[in-house]
């Protein structure tokens, strides 16, 4: 069982940065990969990236100039980086993490999100 808490999200202008936590506990995290998602209202849920325990890592190529995914493994916790923030990028964003590096929303487990609002 994993447990995943998200903080980080607010308000932001358009073309200013946000960094994103997912902190996590439970046995075995480091089985897992971590993914982040996001969904803006009437839209489906959008993958954003995943990392693994080695740091490896995929980013949707529409946001991996502008998004970067890292973590700290002494405290378990999984960042995402967003610079040049768009008002489209205004969304529920989501961490989750499963066994399987998946770029679709099959995950095990799920944290309860975080709301970014970019502003023009």
């Known amino acids: 069982q994993v447990q995943l808490v998200e903080s980080g999200g607010g308000l932001v202008q358009a073309g200013g940065s946000l960094r994103l936590s997912c902190a996590a506990s439970g046995r075995d995290f480091a089985a897992y990969f971590t993914a982040w998602f996001r969904q803006a209202p009437g839209k489906e849920r959008e993958f954003v990236g995943f990392i693994g325990w080695s740091g490896s890592h995929t980013i949707s190529d529409s946001m991996k100039s502008r998004f970067t995914i890292s973590r700290d493994n002494a405290k378990n916790t999984v960042y995402l980086q967003m610079n040049s923030l768009k008002p489209e990028d205004t969304a529920v964003y989501y961490c989750?993490?499963?066994?399987?590096?998946?770029?679709?929303?099959?995950?095990?487990?799920w944290g309860q999100g975080t709301q970014v609002t970019v502003s023009s």
């Open positions: 989750a993490a499963g066994r399987r590096a998946l770029q679709d929303p099959r995950y095990d487990y």
